[in-house]
């Protein structure tokens, strides 16, 4: 039987009224989800107020309420403890109702703008290969070794954290490598958590519609490392200028990664080609099957990790060097001499990146034609820029549509078009259905050409007002090429 004061344990609390002894039966933040015996916690959120809905909660059985301010009325029979923060309050109960498993899981959690999900996969296989019972949090797919659990989200709530993580602790699991994105950080999806170490991959552009400023998205970052405890450690990416502002307040052990400048873990790029990269660590020459300089920063942030999980250098790189990646990051189909890229860039980072890399390697003379779009109801200041990116790194461009959700594609794609100057126009198509915009990518190439697909890798959907399409890239673009070698 769970008690309200246990699952209380180091929340910071404001005042209590009732019954702190009555049993929890489940801890719900969503009024809907509430059943008999529930503990409500009534969060602030970014569309409503949780707090409007503790009447909901108590009609449907909850017997406890937990929240900021309190009601007016209190219902006789209920228990009420006002707390400081309750999305906080949320991570760490669960965290107590579930019996802390991140204290018996070595839990590693990634951060940055982008590599969060080819960093925490490619840990996932290595530990995996190593030998290690591993779980996995990612915008792909969370894993308990090889079982999937879909994901909903890149860092799920706070609640399906904690409770993912014992059944990881339950079915043996000694590591957990995780995403924690921004949102999550700022929403403290990850309270509660106690972590072995953190990593931060990078910090771009994107977001600015949620966090506002570039400050506040930078500031969200460092609350991951500001947080870690001492005997944890902190990884970040020396090159990026940032890495040193996640670290300033961290009291965990301090770690670098590293291409160009001095740092504990340090690589040089030896060749970088469609094929793979060789990577020159510490006079070692190995090959990896990653594809891009990006990547060589993943490879190493990953290396870190494993070394600093008291893992052997040499062993790590052995089995790093056969591991593919994740699904839909630089994925490759060649079909009658055309090969597609499919690929997850939804940054302007991200797409100047695989855009360099795919020139870096061109051997001269194939065209390169790039399909990009940008999502609706996502950061609007992102668009033109990526627009841009896509026409002057490519022989052609085409501004599709990529989850347009509650926005009209059209406007989307206009929003795009302001980033392209008068003499690129020539080079550039706009076609809003991205069926339609593949297919005319695939008709207008010929044998030796590389069509770019960007924005989608993995997402087997197109979110259209709320409805998830069917919709594959990698399928579309097979179909058509296939449909190319017939005529
Ligand atoms: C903008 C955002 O991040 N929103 C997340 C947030 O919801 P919210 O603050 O908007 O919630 P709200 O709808 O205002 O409701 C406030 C509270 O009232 C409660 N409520 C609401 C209605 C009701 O009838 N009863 C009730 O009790 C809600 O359960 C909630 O506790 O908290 C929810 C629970 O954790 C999340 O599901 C939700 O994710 C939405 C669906 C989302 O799209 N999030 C994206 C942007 C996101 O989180 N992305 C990142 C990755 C970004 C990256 O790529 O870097 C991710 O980690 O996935
Ligand atoms: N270290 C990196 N630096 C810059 N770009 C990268 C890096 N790693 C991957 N990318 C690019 O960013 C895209 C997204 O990579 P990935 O899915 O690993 O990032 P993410 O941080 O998990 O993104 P999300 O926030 O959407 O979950 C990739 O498809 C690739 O184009
Ligand atoms: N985690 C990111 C994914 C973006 C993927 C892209 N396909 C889009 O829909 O914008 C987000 O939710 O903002
Ligand atoms: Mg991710």
């Given amino acids: 039987m769970t008690l309200l004061k246990d699952i209380l344990y180091k929340v910071s609390l404001t005042s209590t009224t009732g019954d702190m002894e009555v049993e929890v039966k489940d801890i719900v933040f969503d009024s809907r989800k509430v059943s008999e015996g529930s503990a409500f916690v009534a969060v602030p959120g970014t569309q409503v107020d949780g707090h409007d809905f503790i009447d909901k909660a108590l009609e449907l059985g909850a017997t406890s309420v937990i929240c900021e301010k309190l009601p007016h009325a209190l219902n006789e029979g209920i228990t009420y403890v006002q707390v400081v923060n309750s999305a906080k309050a949320l991570g760490i109960m669960a965290s107590n109702y579930f019996g802390n498993p991140s204290e018996q899981i070595q839990v590693v959690a990634i951060t940055g703008t982008n590599g969060k999900t080819t960093t925490a996969t490619l840990l996932h296989q290595l530990f995996m290969r190593m030998g290690y019972s591993t779980g996995l949090l990612s915008t792909v797919e969370n894993k308990i070794n090889e079982q999937v659990i879909p994901a909903t989200h890149t860092t799920p709530d706070a609640v399906a954290v904690q409770a993912l993580l014992r059944q990881m602790v339950d079915e043996g699991c000694t590591h957990c490598f995780m995403e924690a994105s921004s949102h999550a950080i700022v929403q403290e999806r990850i309270a509660g958590l106690k972590l072995a170490g953190a990593v931060f991959t990078n910090i771009t552009h994107d977001h600015l519609d949620y966090h506002g400023t570039f400050d506040a998205y930078i ?269």
């Fill in 219 to 487: 500031k969200a970052k460092k609350q991951l490392f500001d947080e870690l405890p001492k005997g944890a450690f902190a990884l970040v990416n020396g090159d990026d200028k940032r890495g040193t502002v996640m670290l300033q307040n961290s009291k965990a052990s301090h770690q670098t990664f590293a291409l160009k400048s001095p740092a504990d873990f340090k690589a040089k790029i030896i060749s970088n080609t469609l094929e793979g990269l060789e990577l020159d660590i510490n006079g070692k020459l190995i090959w990896f099957r990653m594809i891009g300089a990006f990547n060589a920063y993943n490879l190493l942030g990953v290396l870190g990790v494993a070394v600093l999980l008291g893992e052997e250098e040499d062993e790590v790189l052995r089995e790093l060097s056969g591991i593919p990646g994740a699904k839909g990051r630089f994925d490759r189909i060649s079909i009658a001499g055309i090969t597609a890229i499919v690929d997850y860039a939804h940054t302007p980072d991200a797409l100047d990146n695989v855009l360099k890399t795919i020139n870096g390697v061109r051997t001269g003379g194939e065209q390169l034609i790039t399909i990009v779009g940008c999502g609706g109801n996502r950061d609007t200041t992102k668009r033109p820029i990526m627009a841009k990116l896509a026409v002057q790194e490519s022989d052609k461009a085409i501004l599709t549509s990529d989850n347009p959700r509650f926005e009209d594609p059209e406007q989307i794609l206009k929003d795009m078009q302001a980033g392209i100057g008068p003499s690129e126009i020539r080079k550039t198509l706009t076609i809003v259905d991205r069926k339609e915009a593949i297919k005319t990518a695939c008709m207008l190439s010929q044998k030796g050409d590389i069509i770019l697909i960007a924005g989608k890798g993995h997402e087997d959907y197109q979110e259209i007002k709320g409805v998830k399409h069917h919709f594959d890239d990698a399928e579309i673009v097979t179909e058509f090429l296939q449909q190319l070698t017939q005529n």
